[in-house]
């Protein structure tokens, strides 16, 4: 199954309504970010298919954006005939996957960077990425899709800024591809009409923030940020907000009805670091707020599976304490879990501990950064949210 093609089978069995598994499937499909700390409805399976989109667009803003613009449309059809058939033939849930190996803490800060310098100043790559037929054919040090496999092959050692350029610009046009071209990569590859008819007349639960309020939301938003940091984000930090409502099409869901607020660094690109604060909709009561981003991820300490979980036993009381003395929560939980939250390629690496602790009718979800000691998201619902 295709990445972008989450199909009717796999949403059956998640038990949330059919409109709003037509907007995950929607988004999918068109990279968009969402309202996406974690998506609340399904757990675990609709958490990865809503991780599909992350990183794909969502571009901040972009002083040479003109140029990119001009340089992804101005693309042969031959190149976006092959980038067409590489999106629906990429079987990837995660969109490292689509990848022959995950990037390098070293890469994923470099290729960071050089994205500011490729969107902003048109700093574009000499050559592009090589396609191949056959594995067999490839020399393991270029960047190569083979076809075989549906995979874009990574050098085996690290990447020279140049190939960083040409992954770069790969990953960009099948982005500005998939966000521009949703409804005709979906026609290629569902081959049947459900996606568009079925819920054709269904409302979205996306809707659109009222610029006169958009202000106080910020306004309300910001604290909790603050808190939540210990510092306060200077002006390069530009925010927006966008407002999912699913009770737009099933009033029973109104408690879910969010505002989310992003906070994005000029000139941003998908792998930069971000935050994110949720508000509810109608009171704009705190529900969670997160650092994120492939470039804060890269940052992180690592540690081994075992010594992870060992660290996060010894953390525990450091926990509490943070909840108690920022959310006034209670000194200790009434019950909880651990795990890991990603092992970021192997076991022996990890990064982050998720925390879900029971505070008698809160549930208070968080990952906690092993190496810094602090929390990197906390969120704060009612059991059974």
Same mark, same amino acid.
């Given at each position: !199954?295709?990445?972008?093609?989450?199909?009717?089978?796999?949403?059956?069995?998640?038990?949330?309504?059919?409109? %709003?598994?037509?907007?995950?499937?929607?988004?999918?499909?068109?990279?968009?970010?969402?309202a996406d700390l974690r998506f609340r409805y399904a757990g675990p399976l609709t958490a990865l298919i809503v991780m599909a989109a992350v990183g794909l667009t969502g571009f901040g803003v972009k002083a040479g954006y003109d140029n990119w613009v001009k340089r992804v449309e101005?693309?042969?059809?031959?190149?976006?005939?092959?980038?067409?058939?590489?999106? +629906?033939?990429?079987?990837?849930?995660? &969109?490292? @996957?689509?990848?022959?190996?995950?990037?390098?803490?070293?890469?994923?800060?470099?290729?960071?960077?050089?994205?500011? +310098?490729?969107?902003?100043?048109?700093?574009?790559?000499?050559?592009? $990425?090589?396609?191949?037929? +056959?594995?067999?054919?490839?020399?393991? +040090?270029?960047?190569?899709? %083979?076809?075989?496999?549906?995979?874009?092959?990574?050098?085996?050692?690290? !990447?020279?800024?140049?190939?960083?350029?040409?992954? &770069? #610009?790969?990953?960009?046009?099948?982005?500005?591809?998939?966000?521009?071209?949703?409804? @005709?990569?979906?026609?290629?590859?569902?081959?049947?009409?459900?996606?568009?008819?079925? /819920?054709?007349?269904?409302?979205?639960?996306?809707?659109?923030? *009222?610029?006169?309020? =958009?202000?106080?939301? &910020?306004?309300?938003?910001?604290?909790?940020?603050?808190?939540?940091?210990?510092?306060?984000?200077?002006?390069?930090?530009?925010?927006?907000?966008?407002?999912?409502?699913?009770?737009?099409?099933?009033?029973?869901?109104?408690?879910?009805?969010? /505002?989310?607020?992003?906070? =994005? @660094?000029?000139?941003?690109?998908?792998?930069?670091?971000?935050?994110?604060?949720?508000?509810? !909709? /109608?009171?704009?009561?705190? =529900?969670?707020?997160? &650092?994120?981003?492939?470039?804060?991820?890269?940052?992180?300490?690592?540690?081994?599976?075992?010594?992870?979980?060992?660290?996060?036993?010894?953390?525990?009381?450091?926990?509490?304490?943070?909840?108690? *003395?920022?959310?006034?929560?209670?000194?200790?939980?009434?019950?909880?879990? !651990? @795990? $890991?939250?990603?092992?970021?390629?192997?076991?022996? #690496?990890?990064?982050?501990?998720?925390?879900?602790?029971?505070?008698?009718?809160?549930?208070?979800?968080?990952?906690?950064?092993?190496?810094?000691?602090?929390?990197?998201?906390?969120?704060?619902?009612?059991?059974?949210?």
């Amino acid at each position: !199954m295709s990445r972008y093609d989450i199909d009717k089978d796999l949403f059956e069995n998640i038990e949330i309504p059919n409109y %709003i598994k037509r907007e995950l499937y929607k988004d999918c499909k068109r990279g968009k970010r969402a309202a996406d700390l974690r998506f609340r409805y399904a757990g675990p399976l609709t958490a990865l298919i809503v991780m599909a989109a992350v990183g794909l667009t969502g571009f901040g803003v972009k002083a040479g954006y003109d140029n990119w613009v001009k340089r992804v449309e101005s693309m042969p059809e031959t190149e976006k005939a092959e980038l067409f058939e590489e999106i +629906k033939n990429d079987e990837g849930v995660t &969109i490292d @996957e689509a990848w022959s190996r995950k990037l390098t803490n070293v890469e994923i800060l470099k290729i960071s960077d050089l994205e500011k +310098k490729y969107y902003e100043s048109a700093i574009f790559p000499e050559g592009e $990425v090589q396609r191949l037929e +056959k594995l067999s054919d490839w020399d393991g +040090k270029s960047l190569c899709y %083979i076809e075989e496999d549906h995979l874009l092959h990574l050098p085996e050692s690290e !990447m020279t800024e140049e190939q960083m350029l040409q992954f &770069i #610009d790969y990953n960009a046009k099948k982005d500005y591809l998939i966000e521009n071209s949703a409804d @005709e990569i979906q026609a290629e590859e569902s081959g049947d009409e459900w996606v568009d008819e079925e /819920y054709e007349d269904v409302p979205s639960p996306y809707v659109n923030v *009222d610029n006169a309020t =958009e202000e106080d939301i &910020i306004k309300a938003a910001t604290p909790h940020l603050t808190k939540f940091l210990g510092w306060e984000l200077g002006s390069e930090w530009i925010p927006r907000v966008e407002a999912f409502q699913p009770s737009n099409g099933n009033p029973e869901y109104k408690d879910h009805d969010m /505002y989310t607020i992003y906070w =994005e @660094e000029g000139g941003a690109t998908p792998n930069n670091t971000d935050y994110v604060v949720c508000l509810g !909709m /109608y009171d704009l009561h705190f =529900e969670a707020v997160a &650092i994120r981003g492939r470039e804060h991820w890269a940052t992180l300490k690592s540690y081994t599976d075992t010594a992870a979980l060992d660290k996060g036993k010894k953390d525990k009381e450091k926990i509490y304490k943070v909840l108690k *003395d920022m959310y006034g929560l209670p000194a200790k939980p009434d019950s909880e879990r !651990m @795990e $890991v939250v990603d092992d970021y390629g192997s076991k022996d #690496d990890i990064r982050q501990l998720r925390f879900v602790f029971d505070y008698g009718n809160l549930e208070v979800d968080v990952e906690w950064d092993l190496g810094g000691e602090r929390l990197d998201s906390i969120e704060i619902f009612p059991e059974g949210y």
